[in-house]
């Protein structure tokens, strides 16, 4: 498989994940001694968390195309680890699901958000390992003007990007509204301009 498959494939599957975000909005049923400004604020948990994950995975589709432009070329090493992060993005849909459903539940909460934040930890640290191998493991398959220093920075921005999901873990089982607010930071973090490192011979 040649980069423009990988790349294609690749945009097609974090499309479905983005895409099944929204099918836990419920449209509320028509009552009448309830407005329905009511019923959409009674689910906002739902609305919340998809907006988390919706900048989320909006965010690794814009690093994963970074990541794919410092390639001349892809081995059967990148495909595996490529595939290991589109699962992890695949499971998104799921514990954001979970995550807004029990937000607002006593039982159940804690476990929710944990595997919610999990989640996204364990993307972050796949995401992290496959550029670990690229930018240590295979640098002949990068392009020629990415420099040791660059490879380094790039590294420590993803390494930035774990910590906090670990964080965000780590206090579900003291609020599920931390690892909500922890998650959501990171999300609008990444989207400011600037946290992605520009490759080198950019204009």
């Known amino acids: 498989m040649d980069k423009t498959s990988l790349e294609a494939f690749s945009d097609g599957v974090i499309a479905v994940a983005i895409t099944l ?16 400004a009511h019923r959409l604020g ?13 900048l989320t995975i909006g965010v690794i589709w814009v690093n994963h195309h970074a990541t794919l432009r410092r390639l001349r070329a ?21 514990t ?15 476990l929710a958000a944990a595997l919610y ?3 996204l930890l364990l993307m972050s640290a796949v995401f992290l ?28 921005r ?4 774990v910590a906090p999901y670990l964080l965000a873990t780590a206090v579900a089982f003291v609020s599920p509204y931390l690892t909500l607010a922890i998650s959501a930071a990171v999300a609008v973090y990444f989207v400011l301009p600037g946290t992605t490192p520009d490759m080198p011979g950019d204009a």
């Open 21 to 36: 975000l929204v099918i836990d909005l419920r449209v509320p049923e028509p009552a009448r001694d309830v407005s329905l």
């Open 42 to 54: 009674e689910q906002w948990p739902s609305f919340a968390a998809y907006v988390v994950s919706f």
């Open 74 to 94: 892809v081995d059967r090493s990148i495909l595996f680890l490529n595939i290991a992060l589109l699962m992890t993005i695949v499971l998104l849909p799921f």
């Open 96 to 110: 954001t699901a979970l995550m807004a459903r029990y937000l607002l539940v006593d039982s159940g909460r804690t």
């Open 117 to 119: 934040g999990g989640s």
């Open 129 to 156: 390992a496959m550029n670990w191998h690229l930018l240590q493991r295979r640098t002949h398959l990068l392009h020629a003007h990415i420099t040791p220093a660059y490879r380094r920075h790039v590294l420590s």
């Open 158 to 161: 993803n390494l930035i990007g």
